[in-house]
């Protein structure tokens, strides 16, 4: 958690205040065992080079109810330490700038100008992405969020193009460029699907909802 206080002066309490999280900080130890010397420097070799620095990996974890993942640099060198000649420990540091940790896709159809629910069955906000696909008839498309936010876009993707509006962002990318989307955009609410239930999002034009079930 970031800390973010601030007493009230002379007075009692504090002032409510926005909290925000800060990196995760992940720490993964472990001991293995060689069968010979030889197989222990190749092992030490291969945790050293499990992730370099600057490197973004992505980091899942199976088998503790859904799966979950997030993305993970180095946060400082692995340390591997033998202790005997086929015995070592090591010690791997990883964050996560982004400390959200995802599971589920989902990829939620729409038809134009009708509400389709989107559910977030993790525990956090979730951002989700729309994707209008080209051909779509002339003229721009609104994007409308369960608290009735609108993103405007003023121009429809051809037959070659696809809009992707991320709501993390705000950006709107037409084929993945976000310099061709620039200058498209007329009016830019963000908004979250929020965990727990389902909540409406329309799409004036067709086009589908993606997200993942977003957890913190």
């Known amino acids: 958690m970031k ?3 601030e007493d009230v002066p002379y007075g009692h309490g504090g002032y409510v205040l926005p909290e925000f999280y800060g990196e995760r900080l992940i720490t993964i130890s472990g001991r293995f065992i060689s069968k010979s010397h030889l197989h222990q420097h190749e092992a ?21 109810g859904p799966d979950q993942w997030a993305n993970v640099m180095l946060d400082r060198k692995i340390r591997v330490v033998p202790e005997t000649d086929t015995y070592a420990s090591f010690q791997i540091s990883l964050r ?53 936010e609108q993103y405007t876009v003023t121009a429809s993707p051809s037959s070659s193009q696809t809009h992707y509006v991320d709501m993390w962002d705000g950006m709107l990318r ?29 799409l004036s034009k067709g086009g589908r909802i993606e997200l993942y079930d977003t957890y913190m």
């Open 96 to 148: 996560s700038p982004d400390p959200r940790i995802f599971g589920m896709a989902r990829s939620v159809p729409a038809s134009a100008g009708v509400a389709v629910m989107v559910e977030n069955r993790g525990s956090a906000p979730a951002w989700p992405k729309i994707v209008v696909p080209g051909a779509v008839s002339s003229g721009g498309y609104t994007i409308t969020g369960p608290g009735g």
């Open 44 to 64: 030490m070799n291969a945790l050293r080079g499990a992730i370099r620095p600057g490197e973004v990996k992505t980091m899942q974890v199976l088998g503790h």
């Open 3 to 5: 800390q973010n206080r």
């Open 174 to 202: 037409v084929n993945s460029s976000m310099a061709a989307g620039a200058g498209l955009v007329g009016a830019a609410q963000t908004f979250t699907i929020p965990p727990g239930g389902k909540v409406p999002v329309t």
